[in-house]
């Protein structure tokens, strides 16, 4: 699932954005979520990111510019989270 956040200028996940993750999210605690975020004011919002985003029950991690072109290093998180997640959902 992808769920893309490409607005010019912004960096703060807006209220209707953090409702799409509520809502894709609200019977799947720990679900897990891979940001990548680059660009301008790329620090910021990955603090912005962090801090509105957790108190959400996912398993979030999110990455700067570094990983762009390490798909590799992200594929391979993605896969251990998931796996993480099914484990947690068999127990």
């Known amino acids: 699932m992808r769920l893309h956040l490409r607005q010019p200028g912004a960096v703060a996940p807006r209220p ?9 999210t ?31 029950p996912i398993r979030m991690e999110v990455y700067g510019g570094e990983h762009v072109y390490d798909a590799d290093f992200l594929a ?3 896969k251990a989270m998931i796996e993480e997640y099914r484990k947690e959902r068999r127990a």
């Open 26 to 56: 609200a019977d799947k605690p720990g679900f897990p979520a891979l940001l990548l975020i680059c660009g301008n004011k790329e620090a910021e919002a990955i603090e912005i990111f962090k801090e509105g985003l957790r108190d959400l």
């Open 76 to 78: 391979q998180r993605m």
């Open 16 to 24: 209707r954005h953090r409702e799409s993750i509520e809502e894709m």
